[in-house]
């Protein structure tokens, strides 16, 4: 070393032979310190003012540098004489510190620095050690403290990141020779002043450990995870996780070289007893941001359930707010319940670790390899309610901790949070589904307004458009909180109403998140793949596979679409998802649903061939269903089967719409067709007129037997909607076509043409309807359409009564009415009664009319036949005024306007001669302000309410 040394980890000192030369000016310092950032090597002159003067020199600033540098020469050599220097000399472009490195500190901590590494790298702790000592022991205080120059704080900021990689060696060396006691403190000072420097956590968390106190280790981990969460939005790295594993786990490598030694506990501390591992106080339960909005049914159920068995799960989709309802519950329990603690479970990868990990966070020092009998024995006569949330990825450990836990602790209760159950005798199952969403004041609605307000304050007041905007969005997100909170969030950047608009590519939208959460609940899309993540290859294969079943579906369906992907095993593996909170059973119909949300994901993940083969079996399953149940639909199994076909609707219509986009009209003419006498009933006309008409139009080659049957069913529900047209056209094809087969499709073409005839009092000059009516009796008489004879002799009926003969009507009705009977064909009993009562009525035999009526309504209004009880009311309008009684004919006629918007059906459509002359001579028997009156008070009516009038009108005990 010579004889002149520099400093500057510190304030700038320069030192020859061993003593402090005179301090210098702020400007001096300031050159000498830019001239030793490159101790030996010459820094040009513009550098070197850029450095010292920051970017704004003054205007002499050459005279002012030579002027500093020969004063800097005079102080570093006093006794050379004739220009002589050798130690700052110039060298083009500029100046150069003719120094050793070792003559400068910073220089000199570094080579140290180096050299330390280097030792440990080749397994010599010891002496690396005595190194990183010699080189911290140059600190003085921080880097070129006494200099403001830019350049000084950079450099200084460089420097004080090697003294803390130093610092960070050190502790680590120190584990290495078995000082883990020694350094506990020292680490924990530096740590508190550097949060993030995981290598200094993770030197802690081993120090701790290896003085045998874990728990501690663990929570110093979970510090740094949420310090990490909360700052950055990330995890800890890798290292500082694997060592996280290893202390809940006690790896026997953990161990080191170096003797084991316990801490001395705080003086505050009773010593453990011998018998029982120590356990510290235990940790609050963590106190939300936000708060707590509905959910009051839950919470009632989950407070009364944690008063009776001891463990209780929460199941239910992911974001579904289990873990906050559970932690809402635990707070809310009666003063003096015991304790409650959070074990998070999350964050565990392994489920080896399960039970270190609720040993870590109850606190329990572990001396040996049996965590959960530390936990038992701590816990044994304790009274204390176990939060255990997000159990799912590690079910079957938490189902172990649970099972030994519980009966050895008989004051423990457990709170388990999970997308299914953990399968033990005596768990209590809540479920914990989304809010209910879509009404006015829902839970959802609420949850959604009361995050919005928060980054969007003009909501603490909304109008009703953006009350109807926020009910649609929280609807269409299935009222699952954390996409609703999700969606609220994204008011920070987008308007209200774009939020709702680009609620159809959810997963797009919600991918921001709070840095804090867990990474799977950061995301909606996360959030979901947390839960596919945990299923096998068949699992996931019937997840995806259901995926193209919108509405519920029974397991038939599942079975049908699924059932080929997995070898015919779906149903089991269908009740798996359903325990993983993947798909919904309703117990009360026994169908199943998928949320929208969870269905979407799916849906992202089917390529087109393999979606294309889920659909094309749902299609080829409605072919199926619809045509066998097709004949059951005039028969006593109406309403069973009806009400089959209305659950299975929104599977139909995807059926529907995938046969006609792929090129399979057939099959959508073999749906619509069997459907078409469902559609007729239920008042779906227009629907079904709109399918009928598409695969007509998409095969005018099709067969005639397929082909017929939808004909017929458009001309059938063209006669609802009154389109004369379109039953001309569609029998007159069907006669042109069709054979005479067994189907009854022909005969009752031939009928339905003469009933029209006869319904809307047309002339038949050349005779046609009674040879249509007779050939339909031919045909009718072939086995299995036994049915359309009832038709026939009803239509006979009509002919009579549009011919005047009461008798004759009568007649062909009463033996109508019996066929019906006995065959069970309730329409066509329903029609009889119908047509019989317009006879009465017309007869002046008002009352007997009404009570033909009541019969007809009170039947379809009871088996879901919305076209005919609608009919049936408009001719309850002319018998109640026929008898006198115009108020009433007044208020059905209020009621049958009012409900055949609401179905989108209008029966004076389908009879416009009777229909309209009941109308008019009711409007004519009241005034003006008692019709208005009357109309009111029927439109405030039900169809229920408007069954139940007729029935007093006739008499009838209602």
Known sequence: MSATSFRVLGPVEVRRDGSLLAPQSP???????????DPGRTVPVDLLVDRVWSGNPPAAVSATLQSI??????????????????????????????????????????????????????????AAREAVTEGLALWRGPAYADVSATFAAEESERLEQLRLAARELAAELDLRLGRHAEIVDDVRELLRAEPLREGLRGSLMLALYRCGRQAEALEVYEEGRRLLADSLGVDPGRPLQSLYAQILRQDPALA???????????AAEAAPAPERPAARPLPPLPVPLTAFVGRERELAQLGAALAGPRLVTLVGPGGSGKTRLALEAARRRP????????????????????????????????????????????????????????????????????????????????LATSREPLGLPGEAVLPCGPMPAGAPGSDAEQLFLDRARLVAPHLADPSEDDLRQVRDLVAALDGLPLAVELAAACLTTLPLAEVAGRVDDRFALLSG???????????????????????????????????????????????????????????????????????????????????????????????????????????????????????????????????????????????????????QGEAALRIGSALSWWWYRRGHVAEGRRWLAAALDATPGAPASVRSGALLGDALLAYLSGDVASIWARTNEIVDVADDGSDGVLALAL??????????????????TPKDIARGLELAQAPGIEWVQAEIAMTLGQFSRVAGDVPGALEHLGRAEQLALGLGHSWAHSSVLWIR???????????????????????????????????????????????????????????????????????????????????????????????????????ALDAGGAVALVGRLAGATV
């Open 751 to 768: 009928v339905l043409r003469g009933f029209v005839r006869a319904l809307l009092g047309q002339a038949d000059p050349d005779g046609q």
């Open 837 to 939: 009562a317009k006879v009465l009525t017309d007869a002046g035999r008002a009352d007997e009319a009404l009570a033909d009526l009541w019969r007809m309504v009170d039947l379809t209004h009871r088996e879901g036949d919305a076209t005919g009880t609608l009919a049936g009311l408009l001719a309850a309008v002319g018998a109640a005024t026929a008898s006198g009684d115009a108020w009433a004919g007044g208020v059905l006629l209020g009621a049958v306007q009012a409900n055949a918007r609401l179905v989108g059906y209008d029966p004076l459509r389908m009879d416009p001669m009777d229909g309209q002359r009941y109308v008019a001579a009711t409007q004519a028997a009241l005034p003006a302000d008692d019709l208005v009156a009357a109309q009111a008070e029927g439109a």
């Open 335 to 414: 003063a003096g319940a015991p304790p409650a603690v959070l074990v998070e479970l999350a964050g565990v990868t392994d489920p080896d670790l399960v039970a270190a990990q609720v040993a870590g966070v109850l606190g329990v020092t572990l001396a040996g390899g049996d965590p959960l009998g530390a936990v038992a024995t701590a816990l044994q006569d304790r009274p204390l309610l176990l939060v255990l949330d997000n159990c799912e990825h590690v079910v079957e450990a938490a189902a172990t901790a649970c099972a030994e836990l519980l009966p050895r602790c008989p004051e423990l209760r457990v």
């Open 27 to 37: 400007k001096h310092r300031a050159v000498l310190a830019a001239l030793l950032l």
């Open 256 to 266: 080191g070289s170096g003797t084991v030694r316990p801490a001395p506990a705080p």
């Open 69 to 126: 540098v020969s004063r800097l020469r005079r102080e570093l050599e006093p006794d050379v004489t004739g220009g002589r220097w050798t130690v700052l000399v110039t060298r083009e472009p500029g100046y150069r510190l003719e120094v050793a490195p070792e003559d400068v500190d910073a220089v000199r901590f570094v080579q140290l620095l180096r050299t330390a590494r280097d030792l440990a790298a080749r397994d010599e702790p010891a």
């Open 513 to 663: 998140g709070w840095r804090t959460a867990v990474p799977h609940q950061r995301t909606l899309a996360a959030t979901v793949q947390w839960s596919v993540d945990l299923l096998s290859p068949p699992e996931l294969a019937v997840y995806r596979a259901v995926a193209v079943l919108p509405g519920t579906f029974g397991p038939d369906l599942v079975e049908a679409v699924a059932g080929p992907e997995v070898d015919g095993g779906a149903l089991e593996l269908l009740r798996v998802l359903v325990a993983k909170s993947l798909v919904e059973l309703d117990h009360g119909t026994g169908r199943y649903r998928m949320l929208e949300t969870l269905r979407q994901y799916a849906e992202q993940g089917l390529d087109d061939a393999f979606g294309r083969r889920l659909r094309d079996r749902l299609t080829r399953f409605a072919v199926d269903l619809t045509e066998r149940l097709e004949p059951t639909l005039r028969r006593p199994e109406w309403t069973a089967s009806a009400r089959r076909l209305d659950a299975e609707q929104p599977a139909l219509r995807a059926a529907l719409g995938h046969a006609l986009a792929t090129g």
